[in-house]
């Protein structure tokens, strides 16, 4: 059980900005207002349960939670299935906003794909919310039927929460109760009922388990189906586990201590984890504020310039829209992309910081086509864009990859009035702009080594 360090929080946002981390959002992230304090979800649920099935209070345990409710509901003769939609009722009635630990969580860009413990939509909700224009897929896994990831393009990437305990509805797919509990955990060691790719992501990547306060067996068990290996194998990706109890838990520390040393127990709740990072990756991301949108296609702010590493793309206003779908595309794949949504044509103060922005960029893509490239257009704002990466284009070696033309209709790069840094490099087609896979996985490599020489440095 350790405090975080310096060097695991570098190491961390590290991992966030390669898209190596999933978090793992448990019950105690999600809380709901109720009066003038915060209660956790499935405690005011439980509450709201217990009164709309008429259970005494004095029978229930004075911090009860769904289970309590609904093992008293069953000795008392009543039937299960009448409580799912019961609960759906509830929530659809009250409509709880989502906490701020789920709002600072969602407003880190960079993590794409949340695994949620709860039933509830709430974090889906925090993502809609921190990330206008980027409403979030869902997927519920069920027992009896297996929803699992599905491979998309890099363009048509939008953030996605997998409810791996099943998903609020009005019929009993989803968890309320241990028993419950226990059907999905069983159901998850039958490799016939497992969602392969959603588990092939989690061994993939760093997991960030926050909230869960999982039993010491039952995290056991979790740690164990979700790398898919014995804990003790080393596999060189972190489990982080940040909540209210796992700190404490001697058993649970002699064991991770034993068998798991690639899972580090912070000693911090999972909010008060939550709130340092989400400080710490907008401190180290200054020109992406919290509240800005996350998948926006306006890109950072004006007078912050490119960050080091970004993409920089260069485009004329005729093909705005599929610059537009180019930046999408690049951001979907996890990019940091320097994009100006007006294609501004300003004064030489601001020119001079784009000028230097350039040299920041890991990456220029100019947008190549007819009209970018017609006599009209040679005195345009872009040219200076365009000539300021040829200028610096000209002091690296041939072998480095900098400019990489996106051509967006039929223009021929070798035919084309472009200054020869261009032509000499190897451009892509991109029909509209629509990334592809392979120019993804591209990017990332190049942008990936851009990084590694700038660390060494």
Same mark, same amino acid.
């Given at each position: 059980?350790?405090?975080?360090?310096?060097? /695991?929080?570098?190491?961390?946002?590290?991992?966030?900005?390669?898209?190596?981390?999933?978090?793992?959002?448990g019950?105690?992230?999600?809380?709901?207002?109720?009066?003038?304090?915060?209660?956790?979800?499935?405690?005011?649920?439980?509450?709201?349960?217990?009164?709309?099935?008429?259970l005494?209070?004095?029978?229930?345990?004075?911090?009860?939670?769904?289970?309590?409710?609904?093992?008293?509901y069953?000795?008392?003769?009543?039937?299960?299935d009448? @409580?799912?939609?019961?609960? @759906?009722?509830?929530?659809r009635?009250?409509?709880?906003?989502?906490?701020?630990?789920?709002?600072?969580? +969602?407003?880190?860009?960079?993590?794409?794909?949340?695994?949620?413990l709860?039933?509830?939509?709430? @974090?889906?909700?925090?993502?809609?919310?921190?990330?206008?224009?980027?409403?979030?897929?869902?997927?519920?896994?069920?027992?009896?039927?297996?929803?699992?990831?599905?491979?998309?393009?890099?363009?048509?990437?939008?953030?996605l929460v997998?409810?791996?305990?099943?998903?609020?509805?009005?019929?009993?797919?989803?968890?309320?109760?241990?028993?419950?509990?226990?059907?999905?955990?069983?159901?998850?060691?039958?490799?016939q009922?497992?969602?392969?790719?959603?588990?092939?992501e989690?061994?993939?990547?760093?997991?960030?388990?926050?909230?869960?306060s999982?039993?010491?067996?039952?995290l056991?068990?979790?740690?164990?189906?979700?790398?898919?290996?014995?804990l003790?194998?080393?596999?060189?990706?972190?489990?982080?586990?940040a909540? +209210?109890?796992?700190?404490?838990?001697?058993d649970?520390?002699?064991?991770? +201590?034993?068998?798991?040393?690639?899972?580090?127990?912070?000693?911090m709740?999972?909010?008060?984890f939550?709130?340092? @990072?989400?400080?710490?990756?907008?401190?180290?991301?200054?020109?992406?504020?919290?509240?800005?949108?996350?998948?926006?296609?306006?890109?950072?702010?004006?007078?912050?310039?490119?960050?080091?590493? +970004?993409?920089?793309?260069?485009?004329?206003?005729?093909?705005?829209?599929?610059?537009?779908?180019?930046?999408?595309?690049?951001?979907a794949?996890r990019?940091?992309?320097w994009?100006?949504?007006?294609?501004?044509?300003?004064?030489?103060?601001?020119?001079?910081?784009?000028?230097?922005?350039?040299g920041?960029?890991?990456?220029?893509?100019?947008?190549?086509?007819?009209e970018?490239?017609?006599?009209?257009n040679?005195?345009?704002?872009?040219?200076?864009?365009?000539?300021?990466?040829?200028?610096l284009?000209?002091?690296?070696?041939?072998?480095?990859? /900098?400019?990489?033309?996106?051509?967006?209709?039929?223009?021929r790069?070798?035919?084309?009035?472009l200054?020869?840094?261009?032509?000499?490099?190897?451009?892509?087609?991109?029909?509209?702009?629509?990334?592809?896979?392979?120019?993804a996985?591209?990017?990332?490599a190049?942008?990936?080594?851009?990084?590694?020489?700038?660390?060494?440095?």
């Amino acid at each position: 059980m350790t405090a975080p360090t310096e060097r /695991f929080w570098e190491d961390l946002l590290l991992f966030i900005e390669e898209g190596k981390v999933i978090p793992v959002v448990g019950p105690e992230l999600v809380t709901v207002r109720d009066g003038e304090q915060d209660v956790l979800l499935y405690r005011w649920l439980a509450r709201r349960l217990a009164e709309a099935i008429e259970l005494p209070a004095a029978d229930l345990p004075a911090a009860c939670d769904l289970n309590d409710v609904v093992a008293l509901y069953l000795r008392r003769g009543g039937k299960r299935d009448d @409580l799912y939609s019961r609960i @759906l009722r509830i929530l659809r009635d009250t409509k709880p906003v989502p906490s701020p630990a789920l709002l600072a969580l +969602a407003g880190i860009p960079r993590l794409d794909l949340f695994v949620s413990l709860t039933f509830d939509s709430l @974090l889906a909700e925090a993502i809609a919310i921190a990330r206008p224009g980027a409403a979030p897929l869902q997927l519920a896994y069920q027992t009896k039927e297996v929803h699992d990831l599905q491979k998309r393009a890099p363009s048509a990437l939008r953030p996605l929460v997998y409810h791996l305990l099943g998903r609020v509805s009005s019929t009993p797919d989803y968890v309320i109760c241990d028993e419950d509990l226990l059907e999905f955990v069983h159901a998850l060691q039958d490799k016939q009922r497992l969602p392969l790719k959603l588990f092939d992501e989690l061994r993939a990547k760093h997991l960030l388990i926050l909230g869960c306060s999982f039993g010491d067996w039952l995290l056991r068990f979790f740690l164990r189906t979700a790398r898919g290996l014995e804990l003790s194998q080393k596999r060189k990706r972190w489990d982080v586990l940040a909540d +209210a109890h796992s700190s404490s838990d001697a058993d649970l520390a002699v064991f991770l +201590a034993s068998f798991s040393t690639d899972t580090k127990v912070l000693d911090m709740p999972a909010a008060a984890f939550v709130g340092e @990072l989400a400080r710490r990756w907008h401190q180290a991301h200054p020109s992406a504020p919290a509240d800005a949108p996350a998948n926006s296609t306006a890109g950072h702010t004006a007078d912050a310039g490119p960050r080091d590493g +970004a993409v920089f793309v260069s485009y004329a206003s005729e093909n705005r829209a599929a610059a537009e779908r180019l930046a999408d595309g690049l951001r979907a794949a996890r990019l940091d992309v320097w994009f100006d949504k007006n294609a501004l044509q300003v004064a030489d103060d601001w020119a001079q910081s784009i000028q230097r922005g350039i040299g920041r960029c890991a990456l220029f893509l100019p947008v190549i086509s007819r009209e970018s490239l017609s006599e009209a257009n040679h005195r345009r704002y872009f040219w200076r864009e365009w000539n300021a990466a040829h200028d610096l284009a000209k002091g690296m070696a041939q072998a480095e990859p /900098f400019i990489v033309p996106v051509v967006v209709d039929d223009t021929r790069l070798d035919l084309s009035a472009l200054p020869d840094t261009f032509r000499s490099r190897q451009g892509v087609t991109l029909p509209g702009g629509d990334v592809t896979p392979e120019l993804a996985d591209r990017l990332q490599a190049i942008v990936k080594a851009f990084h590694r020489r700038n660390a060494a440095r």
